[in-house]
C-alpha cells in the first residue's frame, strides 16, 4: 500500500547519532528494578556534545515527528502542556557531573536486547568492551506515550556502535592506572617464606605431603569382602586427580 502525504506514516522518529560518549550502561543484562510490576529494561546515557549541530538538529526534528505522532494517536488532538522530553540539558541538570558539562543527553531503554558492534561492525559479546565512559554511535527511535496521566516522548534504544576506548566513568579505574609505574610497593614477604615467620610463632614450617600411592592391585582388591572400601572421587587423595 502507498503512504499517503503527510501521513504519521512517512513521519520519521528515527536517528542515528554522530560520535556520543555512553553513561550507566546496562546494554548486556537489563537494568534491576525494585518494583516486581515493572519489566526490567535494557538501558543507557547518551552523551551528546552540544557543538555536534548535525545530531542535535536530528534529534529535534525526530522529536517533533514523535509529538506528531502523539497528537494523532495518544493525545487526543492536540499537544499537552508540559510534555516531557527526552533531550535534557547536562549542565543544567547534572551540574556537578563533568562526563555531562557541554553535552545534551539521552536516556534511551528497551526491554530487548540491543545490538551492540564494535567499528568494524563485529558483534561485541565480551561485557568489558562496552562500558560506561566509551564513546560511539547510538541508533534510537523516538515515540510519543500516555501512561498514567504522565504524557511525552520517550527514546526507544536499537543498536550501539563502539568507536573508541575512554575513561572509565562511576569510579572505575584501568589496571594501568592502579599499577603503572608511579604505583611503587615495597616486598614485605621476602625471598620464599610466603610471608611466615616460624620463629616468631614458635612452630616449624609444615614438612611436604607425600602423595598417596595407590596401585592397580589395591583398585581390583577392593572387590573383594575384606578389602578396605575405595574411597569416593571427591576426597581427592590420589595423586592422579591433582
Known amino acids: 500500500m502507498s503512504k499517503v502525504p503527510g501521513s504519521i506514516a512517512e513521519l520519521n522518529t528515527k536517528v542515528v547519532t554522530g560520535k556520543v560518549r555512553f553513561s550507566y550502561v546496562y546494554v548486556f543484562q537489563p537494568r534491576p528494578t525494585d518494583n516486581p510490576e515493572e519489566a526490567s529494561k535494557y538501558s543507557v546515557s547518551i552523551l551528546i556534545p552540544k557543538k555536534d549541530i548535525k545530531t542535535i538538529n536530528k534529534i529535534k526534528a525526530a522529536i517533533k515527528a514523535a509529538e506528531q505522532k502523539g497528537i494523532e494517536t495518544k493525545w487526543g488532538g492536540r ?56 564513546y560511539g554511535r547510538a541508533s534510537i527511535t523516538f515515540y510519543p506515550f500516555n501512561v498514567a496521566g504522565n504524557k511525552g516522548i520517550a527514546a526507544g534504544l536499537n543498536n550501539l556502535q563502539k568507536l573508541a576506548d575512554g575513561e572509565y566513568l562511576g569510579g572505575r579505574t584501568t589496571p594501568e592506572a592502579d599499577f603503572g609505574e608511579d604505583n611503587d610497593y615495597e616486598d614485605h614477604f621476602g625471598d620464599g617464606d610466603y610471608g611466615y615467620d616460624y620463629e616468631d610463632y ?35 587423595d590420589d595423586e592422579e586427580y591433582y
Open 202 to 236: 614458635n612452630y616449624s614450617a609444615p614438612a611436604p605431603r607425600k602423595p598417596k600411592v595407590e596401585t592397580r592391585v589395591t583398585r581390583r582388591a577392593a572387590t573383594s569382602a575384606d578389602a578396605p572400601k575405595r574411597k569416593r572421587r571427591t576426597d581427592y
Open 79 to 134: 499537544l499537552p502542556s508540559n510534555i516531557k522530553k527526552p533531550l535534557r540539558d547536562g549542565d543544567v541538570e547534572r551540574p556537578d557531573d563533568e562526563a555531562y558539562a557541554g553535552c545534551y543527553f539521552i536516556n534511551a531503554n528497551s526491554t530487548t536486547k540491543p545490538g551492540v558492534v564494535d567499528e568494524n561492525v563485529e558483534p561485541i559479546l565480551d561485557p568489558n568492551e562496552f562500558y560506561s565512559g566509551c
